[in-house]
């Protein structure tokens, strides 16, 4: 029991570190619409600046109150130029089994997207930059070429690794046990296929792993196979790191029943040259979405986190529920509490979260 104290204390304090900022798209929207998340946004894999259909379905489609079409934003300036943004503050209230309760208001994030279309479906370049908290810094840079028939995509820059589900809570055990998420991007190119029904990614990239400590390289892929009502995926990757070499997969996907969108990811990952050896996790999400009444989302999580495959009793879990309020274009108000149950020893494993938050977004 020791050890696995000590094994989960690490991972404990190392995930609630990261936890602090987060950055959020939704998925479940491309389960409920039956469409890749490059239908909705610039970025082919989701998230970040949204285009003309997604600016649509941000206006007529979540809202409880849409805006007129002649009042729509566009995000237009020119013929050649794109911007967005995003911007939410969040208060919560932590409490943590035999500690004193916290809570606060913080500005979760500030940013701003742009793309500058050279030569318009073929050559472009695109920014997220995230201008707070703290000092401003590029989340990613890259430039990106397409075919002519705008089915295969090239990116070289800084961007975020095609990896499962692109959630809206980078804290969630599948997103932080991975390393990949929207708040670590990585350095290299990409390659990209984007058909009706399957999109597909290659990534070569240095690692995130390896920043600051050396050099190494980290190989990323990714197929999701897309119908109207469902959608399945598979991911691998691989890091050759200084610090010991990692291997992951994960299978994940997403399938609409009436008014309700299911998500799922399952996720494997072993470590190679870590203080304890060789170590094996396990970590999986279920996530189901009801849309109540138009503007209305219920979100129902369950997460379970795995840290060493060899440890018995050593696994946490998290429950999380959600309502998000989306009264007019460009503006969500989103409240909820989270719920973490681990081992008594560790009482951050225990804890729960409560927040309200207040987004909007162009």
Request: net charge neutral; charged share 20%; proline share 5%.
């Amino acid at each position: 029991m020791q050890v696995a104290v000590r094994i989960v204390l690490r991972a404990s304090v190392a995930m609630a570190c990261a936890a602090i900022l987060t950055v959020r798209a939704e998925p479940y929207l491309a389960v409920v619409s039956g469409q890749q998340c490059v239908a909705c946004h610039v970025n082919p894999t989701g998230g970040g600046l949204r285009n003309a259909v997604g600016l649509a379905y941000a206006q007529n489609v979540l809202p409880a109150w849409p805006m007129p079409a002649a009042n729509a934003w566009t995000g237009r300036l020119g013929e050649h130029v794109r911007l967005g943004g995003d911007l939410r503050e969040q208060w919560t209230r932590t409490e943590v089994p035999g500690q004193p309760t916290q809570q606060q208001w913080a500005l979760d994030h500030a940013r701003l997207y742009a793309d500058v279309e050279a030569i318009p479906s073929r050559l472009g370049l695109y920014f997220d930059q995230q201008l707070a908290p703290g000092s401003s810094r590029a989340q990613e840079a890259y430039v990106r070429l397409a075919d002519s028939s705008g089915r295969w995509r090239l990116k070289g820059g800084q961007f975020y690794l095609p990896f499962g589900w692109r959630l809206e809570d980078d804290s969630t055990f599948v997103r932080q046990v991975s390393g990949i998420n929207m708040n670590a991007p990585d350095t290299g190119v990409e390659l990209g296929f984007e058909s009706p029904t399957l999109s597909a990614q290659l990534a070569l990239t240095n690692g995130v792993a390896n920043t600051g400590t050396g050099s190494g390289s980290q190989v990323t892929a990714q197929a999701v196979w897309v119908q109207s009502a469902w959608r399945v995926g598979a991911a691998a990757s691989r890091t050759n790191a200084a610090a010991g070499d990692r291997s992951m997969a994960a299978l994940f996907g997403g399938v609409r029943t009436g008014p309700l969108a299911w998500l799922a990811e399952l996720d494997w990952v072993r470590d190679d040259g870590i203080p304890e050896g060789q170590r094996t996790r396990l970590v999986a999400l279920g996530e189901v979405n009801w849309a109540v009444v138009k503007g209305h989302n219920l979100k129902l999580t369950a997460e379970y986190f795995d840290p060493d495959r060899d440890v018995r009793e050593d696994h946490k879990t998290r429950l999380g529920f959600v309502w998000e309020f989306t009264p007019w274009p460009y503006v969500q108000l989103r409240a909820g509490v989270r719920n973490w149950d681990g081992i008594p020893q560790i009482p951050v494993d225990n804890r729960r979260l409560i927040f309200f938050e207040l987004h909007g977004f162009l």
